[in-house]
């Protein structure tokens, strides 16, 4: 069985701020041994508007670097107050 963990218990959702980064966070499930990730996606951390590209793969290095892969991404509706929905076809 491989575990996975999610990454809002590393903010103070719903407000979202102070959130750990997602290279912290990473670096820290994967060292006390999980081997997959639940990504929350909200403003500003992960949140398709706030993403670059270079961010992107950044993240996935960080987590091929620390054998993890990502079991689930989930946005947050609205965004958590950007007010976008990432499912919709026009851009924000």
């Known amino acids: 069985m491989r575990l996975s963990f ?4 590393y903010c103070s959702y719903p407000t979202w701020l102070p959130a750990y980064p997602f290279d912290y966070v ?4 994967a060292n006390i041994g999980y081997e997959n990730i639940e990504l ?3 403003s500003p951390v992960a949140f398709p508007p706030y ?3 270079e961010d992107r793969k950044r993240i996935s ?3 091929k670097e620390n054998n993890m892969s ?3 991404v989930l946005p947050a509706p609205g ?3 950007c007010g976008n929905n ?3 076809h026009i851009k924000a």
């Open 70 to 72: 990502v079991s689930a």
């Open 26 to 29: 990473i670096k820290n499930l």
């Open 86 to 88: 990432v499912a919709s």
């Open 51 to 53: 993403m670059t590209n």
């Open 6 to 9: 999610y990454t809002w218990p």
């Open 40 to 42: 929350g996606c909200a």
């Open 61 to 63: 290095k960080l987590l």
């Open 79 to 81: 965004g958590t107050g």
